[in-house]
C-alpha cells in the first residue's frame, strides 16, 4: 500500500523558516514524480512546487526565490525547505506523488495519484 507521511510543518514567524519532508513507501522498482501543494482555508488547493525522476524542478511564481525542493539519494524523501516566509504562506501543505503505470505497488493498479495527509504552516505577521 502505497503511503505517504508528511512532516515539518509548524508556526513561525514572517521571515521566517520550516523544511518540510514526505517520505513515501509501499512501492518499488520506480522513482515518484513528487510535488507539493497547499491549501488555505477557503481557498483552493494550489501548486507550490514539484520534482521528477530527473531531478528536474519547478515552482510556483509566488515562491521562487524562496522555497526548494529537493530529495534523498534513494529518492524516496522529497524536502520542500521553505526560508523567508511570509504570511501569505500559511496553508495545509500536501504532498502528492505520480507513479509510473508499470510500476508495482502490491499486486494493485497504480492509481493516477497518491496523496498526503497534509501538514500546517502558520506564519505570523
Known amino acids: 500500500q502505497v503511503q505517504l507521511v508528511e512532516s515539518g510543518g509548524g508556526s513561525v514567524q514572517a521571515g521566517g523558516s520550516l523544511r518540510l519532508s514526505c517520505a513515501a513507501s509501499?512501492?518499488?522498482?520506480?522513482?515518484?514524480?513528487t510535488s507539493w501543494y497547499r491549501q488555505a482555508p477557503g481557498k483552493e488547493r494550489e501548486f507550490v512546487s514539484g520534482i521528477d525522476k530527473d531531478d528536474s524542478t519547478t515552482y510556483a511564481d509566488s515562491v521562487k526565490g524562496r522555497f526548494t525542493i529537493s530529495h534523498n539519494n534513494a529518492k524516496n524523501t522529497v524536502y520542500l525547505q521553505m526560508n523567508s516566509l511570509k504570511p501569505e504562506d500559511t496553508a495545509m501543505y500536501y504532498c502528492?506523488?505520480?507513479?509510473?503505470?508499470?510500476?508495482?505497488?502490491?499486486?494493485?493498479?497504480?492509481?493516477?495519484?497518491?496523496w498526503g495527509q497534509g501538514t500546517q504552516v502558520t506564519v505570523s505577521s
Open positions: 509501499g512501492y518499488f522498482g520506480c522513482f515518484a514524480d
Open positions: 502528492k506523488i505520480v507513479l509510473p503505470s508499470w510500476c508495482y505497488v502490491g499486486g494493485r493498479s497504480v492509481e493516477p495519484g497518491y
